[in-house]
Nanobody, 119 residues
């Protein structure tokens, strides 16, 4: 199994920055993509950004130019640097990892971390 723990959520003013962390444990070597998702009240969970095992990254339109996903393999951590935050970025941010054990694919979610952008 893969276990994920998010941290770094906080209350921040519009225009501010936050860096979220997703610490991975378990079968981290089996992971082929890690993504950051977010969900706000009344809305579906949506992909913000992801990073593949090979280092390829993908961003939602709202995240492009403002957010950066990165990873530190030595620390088994995936980061989401968020700049120029807007009130509409307010949401619970979740980390997800897709991994393969044998011939089966699995997905794991963290518990989420709250990001609130407000003056």
């Amino acid at each position: 199994q893969v276990h994920l723990v998010e941290s770094g959520g906080d209350l921040v003013q519009p225009g501010g920055s936050l860096k979220l962390s997703c610490t991975v444990s378990g079968h981290s070597d089996a992971i082929y993509v890690v993504g950051w998702y977010r969900q706000s009240p009344g809305n579906e969970r949506e992909l913000v950004a992801d990073i593949t095992r090979g280092g390829d990254t993908k961003y939602s339109d709202s995240a492009k130019g403002r957010f950066t996903i990165s990873r530190d393999d030595n620390e088994n951590t995936v980061y989401l640097q968020m700049n120029d935050l807007k009130p509409e970025d307010t949401a619970v941010y979740y980390c997800n990892a897709d991994y393969r054990l044998g011939v089966e694919d699995f997905g794991s979610w963290g518990q989420g971390t709250q990001v609130t952008v407000s003056s």
